[in-house]
Nanobody, 125 residues
């Protein structure tokens, strides 16, 4: 069992940066793939980024490539999402997710095992 708690959300202007953090409980964090998803009002939850357990491989949705960076610190049981050059269309509730199977090409929410409660990110123009 893994419990995930996101933090770092807020309101920013277009072009600004924000870093989200996700703290995980449990001693098996380093064996899980970790991911970030987001859900805008009236839309389905969508994949944003993921990172394998070792941190050596990542995957991003095209719309954030070159702007967002996912990373993890296994010693701190924490995964991060650095968001730069933010746009109004990045506005959403951002969720942290964990996956027992260490494969990050599965981007559908149903293929992930554990979820945080979400943190709101609002980008104004």
């Amino acid at each position: 069992q893994v419990q995930l708690v996101e933090s770092g959300g807020g309101s920013v202007q277009a072009g600004d940066s924000l870093r989200l953090s996700c703290a995980a409980s449990g001693r098996t964090f380093s064996s899980y793939a970790m991911g970030w998803f987001r859900q805008a009002p009236g839309k389905e939850r969508e994949f944003v980024a993921a990172i394998i357990s070792s941190g050596r491989s990542t995957n991003y949705v095209d719309s954030v490539k070159g702007r967002f960076t996912i990373s993890r610190d296994n010693a701190k049981n924490t995964v991060y999402l650095q968001m730069n050059s933010m746009k109004p269309e990045d506005t959403a509730v951002y969720y942290c997710a964990a996956r027992q199977i260490n494969i990050i090409t599965r981007v559908t929410p149903t293929s992930w095992d554990y979820w945080g409660q979400g943190t709101q990110v609002t980008v104004s123009s």
